[in-house]
């Protein structure tokens, strides 16, 4: 997962005419801990989850209630300062600066990009032709197209441009006729650049998911 992230980065760099660092990696690692305090590593998750809320269900009643978990909302929040620390004070770009200080505050979350897109991804999973719903299948695609209202984001595209792309990165992936998250992430980072080829690309992935998730709220709206 971490090599593929570099591909898709150095990809990109490469067709920006730069060999700067613009892609980073999260990763999770389950650690068990002894009465000694010995660590023992459990397993390595290439995407951990985010979320730092979980459904309390009443008993009684059968309700369900979204509810902050103060473990998930210290570890994770901590997790992506670090990883957000590391990353960006390496950079001049002041597009970055409003994310980067002692605190990342709560209204600065929406910089968290690579969320979004997995927000975004995790919304068409349900509408996807595979069974288990693991990952996005041709018609979970065609559903975030249009949806999304992706050609009228890009109107120098057409159906038949995303069908090949989608079967282009299906096959980078060594998954035929699906996309994984990772599969995923690089569509849209692709199609991101297109859009704005000159902005840099954290800029161009915010605003095409931003694009995207405006479409989807007026979709439902309807």
Known sequence: AVVSTQSTGEQL????????????????????????????????????????????????????????????????????????????KRRPDESYCQIVGPEIAEESRQFLVFEECRNLYTMFLKK????????????????????????????????????????????????VKCLTFLSFYRLILTLAVRKFPELSLYEALKGFLDRCFENVAVANRG
């Open 128 to 175: 996807s032709s595979l069974r288990k719903g693991s990952m996005l299948g041709s018609s979970g695609f065609r559903s975030f197209v249009r949806t999304c209202r992706v050609l009228d984001i890009l109107p120098t595209v057409t159906n038949a441009d995303l069908d090949l792309l989608y079967i282009s990165i299906c096959h980078q992936s060594d998954i």
């Open 13 to 88: 760099n490469l067709e920006r005419g730069t060999t700067d660092v613009q892609h980073f990696h999260l990763l999770g690692f389950d650690i068990l801990l002894d009465d000694q305090l010995n660590p023992y590593l459990l397993e390595i998750n290439g995407f951990p989850s985010m979320r730092i809320d979980y459904e309390l269900i009443d008993e009684e009643s059968s309700t369900k209630t979204i509810v902050t978990s103060p473990v998930d909302a210290k570890v994770k929040k901590e997790a992506l300062r670090g990883a957000l620390h590391i990353l960006f």
